[in-house]
T-cell receptor, first 110, second 112 residues
């Protein structure tokens, strides 16, 4: 079954500390992976996608096919990073049914 | 550009009542989606559309119907609301199925 797992509901870190938001997926083919973010009172928006291989707002994510993971990382957390983060998978078998994880709330403490 | 808009923002229904949620986008996107967001469940796809006049079932379609009569609008209908349909509903659109999805602000629906 296709699934996206985000094991942490809440992750609290201090400002300046490294952040890693975990995402594991279950899919037999080669998926496309995304991270979406929802800041307080804002819309859900795309943060980054694995095929772009870019760093957005200091965040990076590497697709590890061996471990079926797509963890989101940032070396130094900032207070404005506090938000809800969703990992999402789009199967590449011709369907457009995105599968979202349950989300992780990141709180960056001053 | 307004992007993706949703109407209404809030609604309270009694069990058995019906209602329609409207999603509109002004980005000329082909694909549109309806999700529901529940605590601990993340976003789950209800229905989606790959173009004007088309609709398809998502992960949790039961109890909902949709229509895409115009390219810019995607309607989500609840014929007989149930308390289990209490949720936050998000609409999204994308140019193609593999492009970035743009989300609306959400509609908070409570069914008593």
């Amino acid at each position: 079954a296709q699934r996206v797992t985000q094991p942490e509901k809440l992750l609290s870190v201090f400002k300046g500390a490294p952040v890693e938001l975990k995402c594991n997926y279950s899919y037999s083919g080669s998926p496309e992976l995304f991270w979406y973010v929802q800041y307080s009172r804002q819309r859900l928006q795309l943060l980054l996608r694995h095929i772009s291989r870019e760093s957005i707002k200091g965040f990076t994510a590497d697709l590890n096919k061996g471990e079926t993971s797509f963890h989101l990382k940032k070396p130094f957390a900032q207070e404005e990073d506090s938000a809800m983060y969703y990992c999402a998978l789009r199967p590449t078998s011709g369907t457009y049914k995105y599968i979202f994880g349950t989300g992780t709330r990141l709180k960056v403490l001053a | 550009n307004a992007g993706v808009t949703q109407t209404p923002k809030f609604r309270v229904l009694k069990t058995g009542q019906s209602m329609t949620l409207l999603c509109a986008q002004d980005m000329n996107h082909e694909y549109m989606y309806w999700y529901r967001q529940d605590p601990g469940m993340g976003l789950r796809l209800i229905h989606y559309s790959v173009g004007e006049g088309t609709t398809a079932k998502g992960e949790v379609p039961d109890g909902y119907n949709v229509s895409r009569l115009k390219k810019q609008n995607f309607l989500l209908g609840l014929e007989s609301a149930a308390p289990s349909q209490t949720s936050v509903y998000f609409c999204a659109s994308s140019y193609r199925g593999y492009n970035e999805q743009f989300f609306g602000p959400g509609t908070r629906l409570t069914v008593l």
